[in-house]
C-alpha cells in the first residue's frame, strides 16, 4: 500500500480497500469466460455452464418483456438440463414457465408445464433425500478415523435406502449416490478387489450408454480403480493403467495431484525408485504446486523423503532439505492422520541408518507411545507387526544375524496379514517388507563398515 500510494493513513486505507474490490471484481468477470470444453475437465461442467447461460438470458429477455423469446430460451434450458439429467435446474425452468404462461394467459401451455413441474417436484424430492444421506456418508469419511468405523455399521441401511429410492427414480443422480457408497463400503473395509470389480463394471456400463456420459465422471473411475490395484498389491497393473489414465486429467485440476499421488505410490511399491523421483518432480514442477492445501504439500514432503531415503542418489544436492525434514517434522497429530506411523518410521529409519544412538532411542520411545496408545485394534496389526520388528534391531544391539532369525516369524505374520481399509487410518508408502529388506540392508552395511574398520586397524597395529 505504501509503495502504491506513498503513504498509509486512514483515507489511504479506505482508497486501497476500494482500488483491491475493483480488482477482484474484473478478476470474478473473468470467470464468465472459462474455457471448460477440454475433455480433461469434469464432463458436467460445459453442461452446467450451458445452462446457466441459457438461464441467465432468458431471464434478461422476460425481465425485458420479451416473453416469446424468452419461452423458447427457458424450454431449451429445460431440454438441456433434461439431457444432462441436472433435475434442479430443469424444476426452476419449468416453474419460470409456469409463471411465464400464467402472465401470457395462455392456459393449455400452462396446464402442461404444472403437470410437468410436479413430476420434477416429486423426483428431486426423493432425489434430494438420496443427496442428504450421500453427503452424511461423506462427512463421516472425511472425518475422525472414530466416526469411519462407526459408519460401517450404518452403511447397510444406507445402502438399503439408496437402493429403494435409485429404483423407485431411475435417474443418474441417485445412481451416483448409490455407486459413490457402494464405492466407500468396500473402501473402508479394505475390499479393494470388489472395488476393481465395480470400477470395470460401471466402465463397461458407460461404454454400453448405460450411464449418462454429460454427466459421468469417468477419471474418478479410473482413480479408483488405481488406487484400488495400489492397495491390492497389484502394483505393476496399476501403474500400467496409472500411465494410460494420467493423461484424462488436466494439470490445473487438484484432481491432478491427488491421482499424481497414487500414480507415485504404484512406483514405490513396483520398486521403480527412478521413476517415483520423476512423477516426484513432476508435481514440483507444477505452477499448481503451492496452491495446494497445507496437508497435501506436506505429504509430497514425505513421499519426497522416502524416495531420497530408499535412492539418496537421485538427489544429493537435497540431502540437507531432507535431513532438516525428518528432524523437524512433529512426530505425530491429527493434521496428519494416516499419515503418523509412516512418519516414525522413517524417522527411526533415519537415524538407524546414522547409527544415532541418542536419536533412535527417542524414537524408541516415540513408537512404543504410539503403539500403546494408537495401534491397539487388531485391524492395526500390520503396523504392531512392523513396529515390533523394528524395536528387535535395537534390543539385539543392530546384530544382522540376530535381528533376522527372531524376526524371521514377525515377517512371516506380516505377510499373511492383508492391508487394512480406510476406515483404520495409517498408509504404508512403502510397504512394510521392502521396508524391512532396507532395514537389513542398513544392518548389513554397518556390519560390513565394522570388519573392514577392525581389519584395518588390525593391520595398522
Not at 461404454?207 to 492397495?231: C, P
Not at 498389491?233 to 486429467?249: M, N, Q, T, V, W
Not at 512418519?343 to 538407524?352: D, G, M, V
Request: proline content about 2%; some cysteine; aromatic content about 12%.
Amino acid at each position: 500500500m505504501k509503495g502504491l500510494y506513498g503513504k498509509t493513513d486512514a483515507r489511504t486505507q479506505a482508497t486501497y480497500r476500494k482500488l483491491k474490490s475493483r480488482v477482484q471484481q474484473k478478476l470474478l468477470n473473468h470467470l464468465y469466460f472459462l474455457d471448460q470444453t477440454d475433455p480433461r475437465h469434469i464432463a458436467s461442467r460445459r453442461y452446467e455452464q450451458q445452462c446457466l447461460g441459457l438461464l441467465h438470458q432468458a431471464k434478461i429477455l422476460a425481465g425485458e418483456g420479451e416473453y416469446s423469446m424468452a419461452e423458447k430460451l427457458f424450454r431449451k434450458f429445460i431440454r438441456v438440463a433434461d439431457a444432462a439429467e441436472f433435475t434442479a435446474y430443469a424444476m426452476l425452468g419449468a416453474r419460470i414457465l409456469r409463471n411465464l404462461y400464467a402472465e401470457m394467459r395462455q392456459p393449455a401451455k400452462y396446464k402442461h408445464i404444472v403437470g410437468q413441474l410436479s413430476k420434477y417436484q416429486q423426483k428431486l424430492t426423493l432425489e434430494e433425500e438420496a443427496e442428504t444421506l450421500y453427503t452424511d456418508i461423506k462427512m463421516a469419511v472425511n472425518h475422525k478415523v472414530r466416526s469411519r468405523k462407526y459408519l460401517l455399521s450404518q452403511m447397510p441401511a444406507y445402502e438399503a435406502r439408496l437402493e429403494q429410492l435409485h429404483k423407485k427414480v431411475k435417474s443418474y443422480n441417485t445412481f451416483h449416490f448409490l455407486y459413490f457408497i457402494r464405492m466407500t463400503r468396500e473402501e473402508l473395509v479394505g475390499n479393494y478387489e470388489e472395488i476393481i470389480n465395480i470400477t470395470a463394471a460401471t466402465e463397461k456400463a458407460r461404454k454400453q450408454g448405460k450411464i449418462n456420459e454429460k454427466r459421468f465422471d469417468k477419471r474418478f473411475n479410473n482413480y479408483m480403480s488405481v488406487y484400488a490395484h495400489l492397495r491390492c498389491r497389484k502394483a505393476e497393473k496399476g501403474l500400467a493403467l496409472a500411465e494410460e489414465y494420467f493423461k484424462d486429467f488436466h494439470y490445473s485440476s487438484g484432481n491432478w495431484f491427488y491421482f499424481l499421488e497414487t500414480y507415485l505410490l504404484l512406483a514405490l511399491y513396483a520398486k521403480q525408485y527412478g521413476q517415483a523421483f520423476e512423477l516426484l518432480q513432476q508435481a514440483r514442477k507444477n505452477p499448481y504446486y503451492s496452491k495446494q492445501r497445507t496437508a497435501a504439500q506436506q505429504r509430497w514432503e514425505l513421499y519426497e523423503a522416502y524416495v531420497q531415503f530408499v535412492r539418496p542418489e537421485q538427489s544429493p544436492l537435497k540431502l540437507r532439505h531432507f535431513t532438516q525434514f525428518v528432524q523437524t517434522v512433529p512426530d505425530y497429530g491429527r493434521d496428519k492422520q494416516g499419515y503418523n506411523v509412516a512418519i516414525l518410521i522413517l524417522q527411526f529409519l533415519y537415524f538407524l541408518q546414522r547409527r544415532d544412538i541418542e536419536g533412535l532411542l527417542a524414537r524408541l520411545e516415540g513408537l512404543r507411545k504410539y503403539e500403546q496408545r494408537h495401534l491397539r485394534d487388531p485391524a492395526t496389526l500390520r503396523s504392531q507387526l512392523f513396529f515390533r520388528m523394528l524395536l528387535m534391531t535395537v534390543k539385539e544391539h543392530f546384530v544382522l544375524a540376530v535381528c533376522e532369525k527372531k524376526a524371521a516369524p514377525l515377517l512371516e505374520r506380516l505377510r499373511a496379514t492383508a492391508q487394512p481399509g480406510e476406515a483404520y487410518g495409517e498408509i504404508e508408502i512403502i510397504p512394510y517388507e521392502d521396508l524391512w529388506e532396507l532395514t537389513l540392508g542398513i544392518l548389513r552395511q554397518q556390519q560390513a563398515e565394522l570388519a573392514a574398520a577392525e581389519l584395518a586397524e588390525r593391520n595398522r597395529i
